[in-house]
């Protein structure tokens, strides 16, 4: 009898600890999710966050974690490798990685082995085997014989759309229509030359187009201005027409959307991405930003990750961008 009470003491005791202990501190990170990471672009898939930026050479690379604070250390896995080809072997940029009909399409830009490189830059796209974002890919298709920056994807009733940016007297945001993920059905539209005078500090520049959607609002968030200085920065496009090649049918907000923040130690925010939180509750913005305002449009720029939210009308409230260090809540469901 005596060892009976003994036990059920005992167990006792071991309830009373279980039930009182403090709960598990809730998951945090702190910015940067990745130094020298100009361009991100990341993705929540299976359990795994994955991130590919520029890598300025010859590789695509891409890294993946189960926490967004383990994007910081995680290695680089090369998943594709362009030496050898002769209209996009180097300097490979903007990578983007879209999942369409139970693939991965992975776009980029990238140009010859010559000192002039940049005037060589095309988009072209990968195609995965499967589902893993990490591949393995092969080579699909050059989309387009000039000069074009930052593809993304925008989809629309249905319809598929490879975004970018060209000279169209300016840099300027483009559209182009695809019969599927990798063939071109169509003439490149400009839908927003940089007219506004925020869009044309150190430089007149419209690029990194990106889909954003919410409560049946099309939109594309885009940089502005020159990311060689200090004040590139977000703008907004709203479809409020019906056809997304016919430029008359966006609407360009009047203001910048996401900004440098000199009390924050942030310049030249932009080129972002979107990603949702594992549970899907969370609208997540990914970024490149510098530290300083003499920082420049190079592989010194650094990853970063922030939650946003949405205003009354419909559009993002993407806030201010935060100082490299903060510690910030992971995003939720980790």
Known sequence: MTILRSITALLAAVVLAVTTAAPAAAATFTNPIKRNGPDPWMQYHNGYYYLATTTWNSTITMRKSRTLAGLASAADTVVFNLSGRPNGCCNMWAPEFHLINGRWYLYYVAGRN????????????????????????????????????????????????????????????????????????????????????????????????????????????????????????????????????????????????????????????????FFKSPDGTEDWIVYHANSSASGGCDMNRSARAQKFGWNADGTPNFGTPVRLGTQLAAPSGE
Request: neutral net charge; charged residues 15%; hydrophobic residues 30%.
């Open 114 to 273: 010559v000192p002039d490189y940049n005037p060589t830059q095309r988009l072209h796209v990968l195609e995965s085997a499967g589902t893993d974002p990490m591949g393995p890919y092969t080579f699909k298709a050059d989309l387009g014989s000039t000069w074009e920056l930052d593809p993304s994807i925008l989809r629309h009733n249905g319809k598929l759309y490879l975004m970018g940016s060209a000279i169209d007297g300016t840099q300027s945001l483009t559209i182009t229509p695809l019969s599927n993920p990798y063939t071109i059905s169509g003439p490149r539209r400009t839908i927003s030359l940089p007219t506004l005078a925020w869009e044309r500090q150190t430089g007149a520049v419209n690029e990194g187009a990106e889909a954003l959607y919410h409560n049946g609002r099309v939109m594309i968030v885009y940089s502005a201005s020159a990311c060689w200085g200090p004040d590139y920065k977000l703008g907004l496009l709203t479809l409020t027409g019906s056809d997304p090649l016919n430029r008359a049918h966006w609407t360009k907000s009047p203001n910048p959307v996401f900004q440098r923040n000199d009390g924050n130690g942030v310049f030249a925010p932009g080129h972002n991405g």
